[in-house]
């Protein structure tokens, strides 16, 4: 009975250790096993990662060059594209300037002093040598005779601005006696409007420009900024009511200038990558620029604004065949001029100026001598040249 309760004890002893063997055994099995799995898993995805580091690393540099190119891009038009001044938004209609505040130094100023000039107006104009507005507000300033000084500004980083919120060409800063009588007049018109409304009534200048007030608005699309306008910026303030129907006629022609004749420029000068180099190296020439800068201007801003012009023709319903549309516009000037040596008669009015001044911006290119070989404005544009040139609105 002993024996046999020893034995049993001895069998069930036995047999809990085989149990615990295979047991442990299986653990170890079942450890090894899962090791090896969690090995192979690791090394497969060492090998997938491998792969998709490449994909990955292209994706976020393509990404960031895509992010960086919209940016660069956005950042270009907003430089480059000030010639379209009317599509990208005006500034303050009069700033006042605080007291001590003087302008950048950044660049030689020329002074134009004509004898002609008796209104005793110290005036400075900011312009970009060949931009269509600035090119109109000196062809005013010209035929009136009046003295001014120039200031060349740099059209890719406008240092010359530093002192204006307004970034935007032209800007003519009118300095009176005092420091605080100092104003600066944004928008071609608005200057123009303003200095004639001063040259035919004794108001104050500083007070005339105060009847052109702004009107914010916001633009629409991706590139959406701030759009200022101008009420009544096509306006001679005489003082008096009525208007006469040469100056109806006048004020007619010149909104056209703005909202017609100056859209066809862009897409003429910077039709094909050929013609934008040429207007890019024609403005390099005609303003004083450093080496390298000259280098920026002609090659990026030539770039910039061939695809710009693209996006203009299209803003403006022009055909394919841009060179249409501007002699249609040349044609459609000469009607109104009739047989007339000017639309105003005998002499220039400001309709003719506005005209004048915005071909003269693009004398010698291409598209300027398609133009004239195409139509019939040759002969007025010399007519007006000259007297722009003698200065024979002077009094």
Known sequence: ????????????????????????????????????????????????????????????????????????????????????????????????????????????????????????????????????????????????????????????????????????????????????????????????SSLKSFLLTDQDLRQIVTYYPKIETESKGWMSRKVVEYSNRHEIMLGKPGKTNEMKLERKWRIWVDDVLVHNIPPNIYRTWNESVQAFSYIAEKAHFTSYEKFVIQYIGALGMYFVSKKLKKKYNLPDDVRSSLYGAANDWMKSVGKNSFQGGTEPNMADLAVYGVLSSIEGLDAFNDMVRETKIGPWYERTKNAVNTHQGAK
């Open 1 to 192: 009975m002993a024996a046999s309760s020893c034995q049993n004890v001895f069998l069930r002893s036995l047999v809990r250790r085989n149990y615990i063997l295979k047991k442990n055994h299986h653990n170890i099995f079942l450890g090894n096993n899962r090791q090896l799995s969690f090995n192979r898993f690791s090394n497969d995805n060492l090998n997938i990662n491998k792969s998709n580091v490449i994909r990955a690393s292209l994706l976020t540099f393509g990404t960031a060059a895509t992010i960086g190119g919209v940016s660069w891009g956005r950042s270009l038009w907003n430089r480059v594209s000030v010639v379209t001044e009317r599509g990208l938004g005006l500034g303050a209609s009069a700033s006042f300037f605080s007291s001590g505040l003087s302008v950048v130094q950044a660049r030689e100023i020329e002074h134009i002093t004509r004898q002609t000039d008796t209104t005793g107006l110290k005036l400075t104009l900011y312009q970009y040598q060949v931009c269509p507005f600035c090119c109109k507000v000196r062809a005013f300033l010209d035929y009136h005779g009046l003295s001014y000084n120039i200031v060349e500004v740099d059209p890719i980083f406008r240092k010359e601005l530093k002192f204006s919120v307004y970034r935007k060409v032209p800007i003519l800063v009118y300095e009176g006696a005092k420091e605080d009588e100092q104003v600066q007049m944004n928008d071609s018109s608005v200057i123009i």
